[in-house]
């Protein structure tokens, strides 16, 4: 047998093939993928606890850096903008569920005549022009019992001129013609259920509308803390985001409940305040401290420290709450006074209406 042929080692200097080339670049790339996934691993994925808490409070910790870098970022070009008398940059407006909601054609324009016109020919017009006096007559559900009663009186507090008739058995629509009899303005039903009121009917008279309203998030006023006890002078009222012609027609309903000329020595403000089609109430008294505040002198010749020291009276104006405060969503809006059986409804709230989240009615 002939002598082996011993294989020739390639130098050590000498080029990789080709295909070998490739084969190292893939291997490489695999293990930077493999990196980059492993670096891009959400805390739900991990079922340790301890190493899922720690994973998230580095994440928040990377986000809270990163937004006081922007806001560093923005100051400094805002300094720098004043320093060369230049038109400093635009703020931004953070984007919201509110300024990103669907287009909707029935939003009021300032220009739209036929909306004011309508508006003077609406049930509401009498009352809202001060021709005809509110009188509001406020009764229950046939069972009433819980926080109804204590709600009732609240809400007798804070709507004037309003009175209260216990229902009895009688029917709706008897005391609806009741009410028709009396001069009544509006009525309002407070409905209850297991002991906790829970919806609101609003019937303008005598000629309607019917608005049926669900009522949530009830707090009276014992509940609230600090809370301020109301005068009996006419409260200010504020609508807020009552924009499209539907909300219109609920923002006058609201408002036909209240005078329309308040006494601004009672410091008693009601509000409504509409956000993503639920109406938040709030029911407020404004209150003026004065409260004393020490000036440093510019004298410099004062030697004592009480001359010093000046004091100066400063006037700060808060809030108290007033109570009660709760949360209604509008269910239906019904032509004319209340009637289930021939009754034509303007609009009703249905679960397939809610197709995004920015989709608003109101």
């Avoid at 635009?90 to 909601?101: A, G, K, L, M």
């Avoid at 058995?169 to 009121?197: G, Q």
């Avoid at 030697?303 to 269910?331: A, Y």
């Amino acid at each position: 047998m002939g002598k082996d042929k011993k294989r020739k080692q390639p130098p050590s200097d000498a080029a990789a093939p080709p295909g070998d080339e490739g084969e190292g670049r893939r291997e490489r790339k695999g293990k930077k993928h493999k990196k980059d996934k492993a670096e891009a691993i959400l805390p739900s994925q991990i079922k340790n606890k301890d190493k899922r808490s720690e994973l998230h409070a580095k994440l928040k910790r990377e986000k809270k850096a990163e937004k006081r870098k922007l806001a560093r970022e923005r100051g400094q070009a805002i300094r720098r903008a004043e320093e060369l008398g230049e038109q400093p940059p635009e703020r931004q407006v953070p984007r919201t569920i509110e300024n990103t909601r669907e287009p909707d054609e029935t939003v009021c324009r300032p220009d739209d005549k036929e909306l004011y016109a309508g508006n003077d020919a609406d049930e509401f017009s009498a009352v809202l022009k001060q021709h005809i006096t509110p009188k509001v007559l406020i009764t229950t559900c046939r069972f009433n019992s819980g926080r109804g009663p204590a709600f009732i009186e609240e809400l007798m507090q804070v709507i004037p001129n309003s009175h209260y008739v216990k229902r009895g058995t009688y029917e709706l629509k008897k005391i609806v013609e009741y009410a028709k009899n009396r001069d009544f303005t509006s009525l309002i039903v407070v409905h209850t259920n297991r002991r906790e009121p829970d919806a609101l009917l609003i019937i303008g008279l005598p000629d309607g509308p019917t608005a049926h309203f669900k009522l949530s998030k009830l707090v009276l006023r014992k509940d609230i803390k600090n809370h301020g006890n109301p005068t009996s002078h006419k409260p200010e009222l504020v609508l807020n985001n009552f924009t499209t012609r539907l909300g219109n027609r609920v923002g006058r309903m609201i408002q036909s409940l209240f005078p329309q000329d308040p006494n601004f020595r009672g410091r008693r403000v009601v509000t409504f305040h509409n956000q993503r089609d639920y109406i938040f109430f709030r029911h407020h008294r404004y209150i003026f401290d004065t409260k004393e505040s020490k000036v440093a002198s510019k004298d410099k010749k004062a030697k004592t420290s009480e001359s010093k020291s000046q004091p100066e009276k400063q006037v700060i104006c808060r809030l108290q709450e007033c109570g009660p405060r709760f949360t209604l969503k509008l269910l239906t809006l019904q032509h004319g006074t209340f009637d289930t059986k021939s009754g034509e409804y303007e609009w009703v709230h249905k679960p397939d209406m809610e197709t995004s989240r920015r989709r608003f009615f109101l």
